[in-house]
């Protein structure tokens, strides 16, 4: 083009058309890639209404309103999140874009990723959105949550960016855009309108259908990313429901931050046992992850599915194994076997060699066995035993009806007793000999006694322990976390019910107290810990004694902190309380034993949920103690008490 | 023949132009906004009840748009301008479906920078916006209100079904991904980012439905009215339906013919259990199993709001419900018009 002109209004026509649409549309640069992402996706994006189902799922409310999913298959596939499925409605019901309306079927769900497939009869194809690639993500990039929950006919939508890839054992991307019921089951988008995942409530500690949710709209937002969720879309459209991939591992117990994934306890029939791993194996590598640390493998472990197959390489002595081993969703519970001894409370610096008992039941496998208070254990099988944690280990490889070998000291002379193991006992104690008293030290100083105040630093929660004036700092004692019923927690009940029992059966009973007086929040199962952990520190407490105790509104909290703290809850006493819904009990772990004992009513119609869980627990091959109430759930009676006080009192049994 | 000097130099101011008209900073936006905007204080202060809220001006005569609550409902209401100066406000009047009212200050020819309403614009889902407003009651004396950012979510009725939300209005709402409705927030303004007017935030809203808290604003254009017959002096329009009264002869089960399932639950969804013969409803080949979905196209999810919905409808109304029947393990959707015959 020669003429300068001609140049000139070419170029003008051409800059008008850049600019004033722009001027027209009051709209910036950033709105206006916004829009056109949300537009791209938009025609995937499907309303979901349901009918009928449960009102609540665990403590929250569930609202009947409108939800959301995405297409992901032409054929009628559409995902949503678990989250909008929890009360099991009756019917689901799909409006697609166009407006139409179609009934739906849950064919499968991911309980590992927390996600549902839908499926719809259509004759037109759906729209399938295109998946942002995993490694294409990044760390603040901005990205849109879609969701259909306002209007069928047009998305809401919420612009944030990437906060974090790789959450919730690796398999999350967090995002500060507000995340609620109002865009679960939608995607979350990035600017070219590809979709990085879809929205569903997570949580890092807890795996019920609610957890998670007590973070909507507060900047910390998940979305399973699509690409995985294509990987296992195939079984999903096949009807199979997905579980996390288990290996049938317990690791050896300490800080999961610090310790190397060596192995404590092996499962019978489960992968590692079939890949012949052995305890005190390290796992060093996960499909060409390095592990270092416990916590490195729960993360490598987290997107792997039941199903899948994993490379692992292990370090067995100076030797290195490599394995490849299928993921399972179930092992076979692990039932704990029984001795039918208490083993000695000694002070420490006190102990002879060898472990020397305080009780045997009757009847029990040591019983029959004719072991006497007066011996003392020096081997179990090929291992020596020193303690008390000795012979644990060895019986965490065994079960009930397996015959085991000790060797004992008795009269200076050493012998070898067979037995064969039993279960746990689901009965009391029977009358132990009286506690063993010791010397206590004479020098430094007395601990506080009677009723003291415990104050954890940031919580506005109150907490009181009762230190018996028996305590002696030399000897390990039995703790009981209280919770009583809301509204029923008062310190001077505290030291009335336990004071005389903490004196026999040598314990402490601690008792945190809800932020609100009238009900405890999920949220305030980290004070518990925390109370707890601090009276572990000032006083001699025996790890083996540690029960949660709580009525009504405090049992939901006693089965949700003995569920969630495996490490530190030996015993469950519930009473007139049920696992909140939504919440699972998990598998025995050979390593964290967990003695139940539930306190409610075994007739009548009171009594058929309770009967449910006993079911249930049974079933999982927890040992369930039950004091029966009669019809109506009530408290408990002095004896009731005393009961429960020696329960506590025999938890270390082996 | 225009020089190639002349053409870089048109070129130059023609951008320069473009950007300037678009392009004023976000801070400068944010200061225009707050010196608009009010801090109101009222009644309240007791039982966790704030005793103060937002608003802003909206002429240069002292008028002040703000939420109809509690907080004016008091003898002595203090707005502090921007600046710090005090006044004491009149509640000229306030719309009690809406929610909104308008307050006077004498302004005694003091210079005051306000929002002219009919400057005000409107906005759509994806746009950014910013939101003025003293949340919390953290600005006091002349420390300016503060802002917040988010983009507009969705533009949607508050109301798309009766009894999700406890309010009386119905129409339309900016709704935001931003945490804006606080307590005191209430009467903040809305705007873009060139700082244009786009509407106010309303008070605390809980979806009862779903269980959410809900943040939104109103959108000018729907307060206008309000607005002006407020200023002018005039009583609201009478008869909006804040409690619709009960019909005398409204539509029931029984005269179409249908029997439910048992409403054994909360959520009992609305099956048929019996057709009765020779009704509407076995006329139009209503049949046992069926699964009452949607009535005149408003879904009913129970037995209790599908018998709550007939009692809004006059008996010989015609409707249209739609039902799910299950053929062969296969879910169709069926439209089924209904009416009782009139009364001869």
């Known amino acids: ?654 | 023949m225009l020089n190639t000097k002349r053409f870089a130099a048109i070129l130059f101011t023609l951008l320069f132009l473009a950007s300037s008209a678009s392009a004023q900073s976000v801070p400068a936006v944010v200061r225009a906004a707050q010196a608009k905007q009010v801090k109101l204080y009222g009644a309240g202060g007791f039982q966790g009840l704030e005793a103060y809220q937002s608003g802003f001006l909206i002429s240069d005569e002292g008028h002040i748009l703000t939420v109809y609550s509690y907080v004016l409902d008091s003898n002595y209401i203090t707005a502090t301008l921007d600046d710090g100066s005090k006044y004491e406000a009149k509640l000229l009047g306030a719309d009690p479906k809406l929610e909104v009212a308008v307050l006077k200050i004498d302004l005694k020819g003091n210079p005051v920078s306000f929002y002219d309403l009919s400057k005000a614009v409107t906005g759509t889902a994806g746009q950014r916006v910013l939101a003025h407003s003293n949340l919390y009651g953290v600005a006091v004396g002349d420390e300016p209100v503060s802002v917040q950012r988010g983009v507009i979510s969705s533009v949607s009725n508050l109301e798309a079904r009766r009894g999700v939300y406890d309010t009386m209005y119905n129409g339309p709402v900016y709704v935001l991904d931003a945490m804006t409705n606080n307590p005191g927030a209430a009467g903040g303004a809305l705007t873009n980012w060139r700082g244009e007017l786009l509407g106010m935030l309303g008070k605390e809203l809980r979806n009862s439905r779903n269980n959410l808290w809900l943040n939104y604003a109103f959108p000018i254009a729907q307060l206008n009215d309000a607005i002006e017959r407020i200023k002018a002096g005039k009583a609201p329009p009478v008869g909006n339906d804040l409690a619709a009264p009960k019909l005398k002869n409204p539509l029931t089960l029984k005269a179409l013919g249908i029997v439910l399932v048992p409403n054994v639950l909360e959520r009992t969804p609305p099956f048929i259990d019996e057709v009765r013969p020779n009704t509407p409803a076995a006329k139009a080949g209503l049949k046992p199993d069926d699964l009452v979905l949607f009535v005149d196209d408003q879904l009913v999810q129970s037995c209790q709001a599908f018998t709550k919905l007939l009692e809004r409808i006059e008996l010989d109304t015609p409707i249209k419900i739609i039902v799910m029947r299950e053929n062969n393990r296969q879910q169709e959707l069926l439209e089924v018009p209904l009416q009782v015959a009139p009364a001869p």
């Open chain 1, 1 to 654: 083009m020669r003429n300068p002109l001609a140049v000139f209004f070419a170029c003008l026509s051409c800059f008008i058309s850049l600019v004033l649409p722009t001027l027209a549309q009051d709209i910036d640069p950033y709105e206006r890639a916004i829009v056109a992402a949300t537009e791209r996706v938009a025609p995937s994006l499907v309303r979901i209404e349901t009918l009928g189902g449960l009102d609540k799922v665990g403590a929250v409310l569930i609202g009947t309103g409108p939800t959301t999913g995405m297409a992901v298959g032409k054929n009628g596939l559409i995902i949503s999140s678990a989250f909008n499925f929890a009360q099991k409605p009756a019917q689901i019901l799909v409006y697609l874009n166009d407006g139409s309306r179609h009934p739906a079927k849950l064919i499968a769900t991911d309980h590992n990723q927390k996600l549902v497939l839908l499926k719809i009869e259509t004759t037109t194809e759906l729209p399938v959105p295109e998946a942002a690639p995993m490694k294409e993500v990044k760390v603040g990039q901005t990205v849109i949550a879609l969701g259909r929950a306002f209007d069928a006919d047009k998305p809401n939508l919420s612009a944030g960016i990437v906060s974090a890839v790789g959450r919730i054992w690796g398999k999350a991307v967090q995002t500060d855009a507000k995340i609620s019921p109002n865009n679960y089951g939608g995607p979350l988008i990035d600017l070219q309108g590809r979709v990085v995942g879809i929205l569903t409530p997570l949580s890092p500690q807890a795996a019920g259908d609610d957890a998670g949710v007590e973070w909507y709209d507060s900047g910390i937002g998940f979305a399973v990313p699509l690409t995985a969720i294509n990987r296992v879309l195939p079984r999903l459209e096949k009807g199979e429901d997905l579980y996390s991939g288990l290996l049938g591992i317990s690791l050896k117990k300490g800080d999961v931050y610090v310790e190397p994934a060596t192995l404590g306890a092996i499962a019978t029939n489960s992968p590692a046992s079939k890949a012949e791993w052995k305890v005190g194996d390290t796992i060093i590598k996960i499909n060409d992850i390095p592990i270092a640390r416990q916590n490195q493998l729960k993360h490598a472990m987290g997107p792997l599915f039941a199903g899948d197959t994993v490379h692992v390489t292990l370090k067995r002595g100076s030797g290195i194994i490599e394995s490849d081993v299928p993921l399972v969703s179930k092992i076979t519970a692990y039932q704990h076997p029984f001795l039918g001894i208490i083993p000695a409370r000694e002070p420490e610096g006190q102990k002879s060699s060898g472990l020397g008992l305080h009780g045997i039941y009757p009847n029990s496998p040591a019983a029959k066995a004719g072991l006497r208070l007066s011996d003392r254990i020096i081997g179990a099988g090929d291992k020596l035993i020193a303690d008390r944690a000795d012979l644990q280990e060895h019986l965490h490889t065994l079960a009930p009806n397996q015959e085991l070998v000790l060797k004992i000291q008795r009269d200076g002379k050493t012998e070898t007793v067979t037995l064969k193991l039993a279960k746990l006992p689901e009965a009391l104690a029977p009358d132990l000999p009286p506690r063993d008293v010791f010397p206590g030290p004479t020098e430094g100083e007395k601990p506080a006694t009677g009723l003291v105040t415990i104050k954890i630093p940031e919580v506005k929660n109150e907490c009181v322990v009762f230190v018996p004036e028996t305590y002696q700092a030399n000897m390990p004692h039995g703790l009981v976390i209280w919770l009583p019923a809301p509204g029923m927690v008062k310190d001077a009940d505290l030291e009335k019910t336990w004071k005389e029992l903490a004196v026999t059966h040598g314990l402490l009973v601690v008792m945190p107290k809800s932020a609100d007086p009238t009900k405890w929040e999920k949220s305030e199962l980290e004070f518990i810990t925390k109370a707890a952990n601090d009276v572990i520190g000032k006083y001699n407490i025996d790890r083996a004694r540690i029960a949660t105790i709580g009525q009504d509104g405090g049992g939901n909290m006693a089965w949700l902190l003995a569920f969630q703290q495996r490490d530190l809850v030996r015993g469950v006493a519930a009473i007139n309380a049920l696992v909140p819904t939504g919440t699972k009990p998990p598998a025995t772990d050979p390593l964290r034993r967990l003695y139940v004992l539930q306190a409610s009513p075994v007739k009548g119609p009171a009594a058929i949920k309770f009967n449910e869980l006993t079911k249930t627990l049974r079933e999982l091959f927890y040992p369930v103690l039950a004091i029966d109430l009669g019809e109506a759930p009530r408290g408990l009676n002095e004896a009731e008490f005393g009961q429960l006080a020696r329960w506590v009192d025999s938890l270390d049994a082996l």
